[in-house]
């Protein structure tokens, strides 16, 4: 009964709420659709509706930063880092996962690697530049195997922490088969840790997409680059054009929204699964 | 067949670990052999001891650095999961359009936290003076961004904007493990309100309160896009975090060694701090 009554604050303050993330939002679509000679000194010239909608900032935007470039390049290095991560750390986790409780060397690997969490990219990421460059990695493939490395830790321990709910039984049926570890491995668990490996995908696709750091520290001589880093690069040429940087703003912004409005479900889903665990 | 098992798991374990070690263990091995150099990124270089070490504690850049990473963790922290919880709590209630309000919520914290940064910069730069103005507050109509005293809170606010959808989302999942006759004995007992929260609730939550911490003081300890969005360490250098001074003076600054230093410190200072929230809050759930 006393919770029927306290709704309607309870809403109005949710409300509230919303405005303050809904404003930034709202005025980067405003600015970004508006010419500079719309935009006066007066917060309702900068934050009216557009007079006329065009989407010729856009298209300017999409020249000055090479957007179709650089979100080439962030699928890339996203999709190929999210399949090798769900390949490399499932079977790794596998691995560490089954013997860890008997191995003393599978706890010491499990230990190891888990600990690489602590490690701040600030330490790595001056030896790295150079390393990577020594290697010929210093593109974006290099970006992609440190991100391989610097996700293990977290997601070796989802795997492995899921791996005890799956009953070994499960795999000795089919050795009894005569399968091998590595058929009945592909066969039964990897299909088993579906679940799993949605909350990898999920977590792995949003720290590698949104990530400037690893990008402009390791492709900073490359000429390539991701959508968050174009938007770094290309900052000073926008100059006071702001109503093109906004343009630019949102562009690099419509993807990963697009992506969440279509599996906002799943998201919510892994990133809870993968905190919480 | 137990052969054929065990040099399974040892093929693959292997690789993993060798890609692992080339590159975590050795660049962070490479790191501290670098911070006893006075390497500065190119050419040759000599042994210098552990003078870098001892230049660090003298040094007034990095001290200032320290204290203000640590104030806008602690600070950052604090707001973000006292708003957070009041929001979980909201959106864990009996509501209409719960679905639509936690998706909402949680938006923010998918988008990328430069191209967020920039867009708050032009916010505090143009938006917010202008409002103050309109409002006749004129002593509020400069850019908080450009005063050294006040630039730092522009940047939690926007740490805070995107974090409080992570902690928010995993309070919630918390708040929902509370089994609903705990409140109905605690009514009966005359447990409503703060005392409800305190006694009840709260405790009940502990574990992913713990979690929060953790997350949150380990990420704004290593902020950075956030920097290089908003103020680029200014303005006079008052917000510089220790990961963008060594990325500034060590990547293009000539520093190489002495920010390698740098970044060992605040290697080991990320594992305490990270280690002794753990043990607190391991401590703590014990309790119960």
């Keep these: ?277 | 067949m137990k052969n054929e098992r065990k040099r399974t798991f040892l093929l693959i374990t292997i690789p993993i670990l060798a890609l692992f070690v080339c590159f975590n263990t050795i660049p962070l091995i490479r790191g501290v052999i670098y911070s006893f150099t006075n390497f500065k990124g190119f050419g040759s270089y000599d042994w210098v001891g552990l003078r870098n070490y001892m230049d660090l504690f003298t040094d007034v850049r990095v001290g200032k650095s320290y204290l203000f990473t640590f104030k806008l963790a602690i600070v950052t922290t604090i707001v973000v999961n006292v708003i957070s919880l009041i929001l979980a709590m909201a959106l864990n209630s009996k509501i209409r359009a719960k679905s639509f309000f936690r998706g909402a919520y949680f938006l923010p914290n998918v988008l990328g936290a430069l191209v967020v940064g920039y867009i708050f910069n032009y916010l505090f730069t143009y938006i917010i003076p202008a409002f103050m103005d309109m409002i006749g507050l004129e002593a509020f109509s400069s850019s908080i961004l450009s005063n050294q005293n006040t630039a730092w809170i522009a940047i939690v606010v926007v740490c805070a904007w995107q974090s409080i959808a992570m902690n928010t989302i995993i309070y919630i999942s918390g708040l929902q493990t509370v089994p609903e006759d705990v409140y109905e004995a605690g009514g009966l007992d005359g447990a409503t309100g703060w005392k409800k929260f305190r006694y009840l609730t709260f405790p009940l939550i502990i574990p992913f309160f713990g979690i929060n911490m953790v997350l949150s003081v380990k990420n704004f300890l290593m902020v950075f896009d956030q920097i290089m969005a908003l103020t680029k360490g200014g303005p006079a250098q008052s917000t510089e975090s220790i990961s963008y001074l060594i990325y500034n003076n060590g990547m293009s600054g000539g520093q190489f060694g002495f920010q390698s230093a740098n970044a060992v410190v605040f290697f080991i200072v990320i594992v305490l701090v990270s280690v002794t929230q753990m043990k607190i809050s391991s401590g703590k759930e014990e309790q119960l």
């Design chain 1, 1 to 277: 009964m006393i919770k029927k009554k306290s709704n309607w604050p309870v809403m109005a303050f949710l409300i509230c709420g919303l405005m303050t993330i809904a404003f930034p939002l709202y005025m980067t679509i405003v600015i970004a659709l508006k010419q500079p000679t719309e935009m006066t000194n007066s917060i309702q010239g900068i934050l009216s509706l557009p007079k006329s909608w065009s989407l010729a900032n856009f298209r300017e935007a999409m020249r000055v930063t090479d957007f179709w470039h650089s979100l080439g390049n962030s699928l890339l290095i996203t999709v190929v880092t999210v399949v090798l991560s769900i390949v490399v750390h499932s079977l790794l986790g596998y691995a560490v996962g089954r013997n860890k409780a008997k191995s003393k060397f599978y706890s010491f690997v499990y230990l190891f690697v888990v600990s690489g969490m602590f490690v701040p990219f600030a330490i790595l990421m001056m030896p790295l530049a150079k390393q990577t460059a020594e290697l010929g990695l210093g593109n974006w493939f290099g970006v992609v195997l440190l991100y391989v490395v610097f996700y293990m830790p977290m997601n070796v321990l989802l795997y492995s922490g899921y791996l005890v709910n799956i009953p070994i039984a499960l795999e000795e049926a089919a050795r009894v088969d005569g399968a091998s570890t590595w058929t009945t491995y592909w066969k039964i668990i990897f299909p088993v840790m579906k679940p799993m490996h949605a909350t990898v995908a999920i977590l792995t696709a949003l720290a590698v997409w949104n990530d400037v750091m690893t990008p402009l520290v390791i492709m900073a001589g490359s000429n390539q680059n991701t959508l968050p880093l174009a938007q770094l690069n290309f900052q000073s040429q926008f100059g006071t054009n702001y109503n093109l940087a906004f343009a630019s703003y949102l562009l690099a912004l419509i993807p990963i929204l697009l992506f969440y409005i279509v599996c906002q479900k799943q998201i919510l889903n892994g990133v809870v699964n993968g905190a919480v665990k």
